[in-house]
């Protein structure tokens, strides 16, 4: 009986060390302030870096949609000038074949 009584008396007083403790606690150390305000600048910084990431991802998809237009023009006006160059051939050939005409009707 003696022992629960001592048990009891010890864990009255040890619970209400703690209350007191607590309620004289600081609201925040100078090394919590330090900490929270090193947290902020990392989150910021991480939020700055997927911002840049996406800025970055943006451009060069912008960059290829460029370039790809680029190149589709490129191969539209090479197929123009293949056709204007096919068709001047043309003309050259039957110019020749008449002249060839012209030259075995004259012998």
């Known amino acids: 009986m ?12 040890v619970s209400a060390l703690m209350l007191a403790l607590m309620g004289c606690q600081e609201k925040e150390g100078p090394a919590e302030s330090a900490g929270k305000e090193i947290d902020k600048a990392a989150q910021q910084t991480g939020e700055k870096f997927d911002e840049a990431v996406q ?3 943006e451009g060069f998809d912008e960059a290829v949609k460029e370039a ?4 589709d ?3 539209q006006k090479t197929e123009e000038e293949l056709d204007e160059a ?3 051939a043309g003309e050259q050939m039957e110019k020749a074949g ?3 005409q012209d ?3 004259g012998d």
């Open 2 to 13: 003696m022992n629960f009584k001592k048990r009891t008396a010890a864990a009255l007083t």
């Open 55 to 57: 800025k970055t991802g």
């Open 68 to 71: 790809g237009e680029g190149f």
């Open 73 to 75: 023009e490129a191969v």
């Open 86 to 88: 096919a068709e001047k």
């Open 98 to 100: 008449d002249k060839i």
């Open 103 to 105: 030259a075995v009707k």
